[in-house]
């Protein structure tokens, strides 16, 4: 479960960063908003990110 899981969590934060600064530069989201969805991605990234690069080599 875990094997699956880290990956999903890692890409969903990804798009947490990636996505909410698309829809500000499109005018479908204020900014609030998009800052606390980006922080959310950031932390979800950060997080998770190395845990599955790290189960990734070897």
Do not use: D, H, Y
């Amino acid at each position: 479960m875990k094997n699956i899981l880290i990956p999903i969590i890692a890409i969903a934060g990804l798009g947490l960063t990636l996505i909410p600064a698309l829809l500000v530069f499109a005018n479908q989201m204020e900014a609030p908003l998009q800052k606390q969805l980006m922080a959310l991605g950031m932390v979800l990234w950060f997080t998770a990110g190395p845990v599955w690069m790290r189960g990734r080599r070897g």
